[in-house]
């Protein structure tokens, strides 16, 4: 079982920035991948950014230079810096873990943009 925290939404204008924290315990010597997905109202939920074991990333067309995913394996937290908020941003922020066995969610983070 792997369990993950996400913290650091909120309400910021546009062109602001926030740092997003997702803290993993449990079994995290499992974990493959890390990916952060967010889910606008009405929308599908969708893949931002992913950052491997060994370090390699992954950004979406869409917030490639304005997100960067990090990770502190020594406090098992991968972050989500992202800057130059635009209101297209606003959508609630979901931490994943990808296993062998099964792909495990964080309860998600509220980030809303205002213009």
């Known amino acids: 079982q792997v369990q993950l925290v996400e913290s650091g939404g909120g309400l910021v204008q546009a062109g602001g920035s926030l740092s997003l924290s997702c803290a993993a315990s449990g079994s995290i010597f499992a974990i493959n991948r890390m990916r952060w997905y967010r889910q606008a109202p009405g929308k599908q939920r969708e893949l931002v950014a992913a950052?491997?074991?060994?370090?390699?990333?992954y950004y979406a067309d869409s917030v490639k230079g304005r997100f960067t995913i990090s990770r502190d394996n020594a406090k098992n937290t991968v972050y989500l810096q992202i800057n130059s908020l635009k209101p297209e941003d606003t959508a609630v922020y979901y931490c994943?873990?990808?296993?062998?066995?099964?792909?495990?969610w964080g309860q998600g983070t509220q980030v809303t943009v205002s213009s």
């Open positions: 994943n873990a990808e296993t062998v066995r099964r792909d495990y």
């Open positions: 950052i491997t074991s060994g370090g390699s990333t």
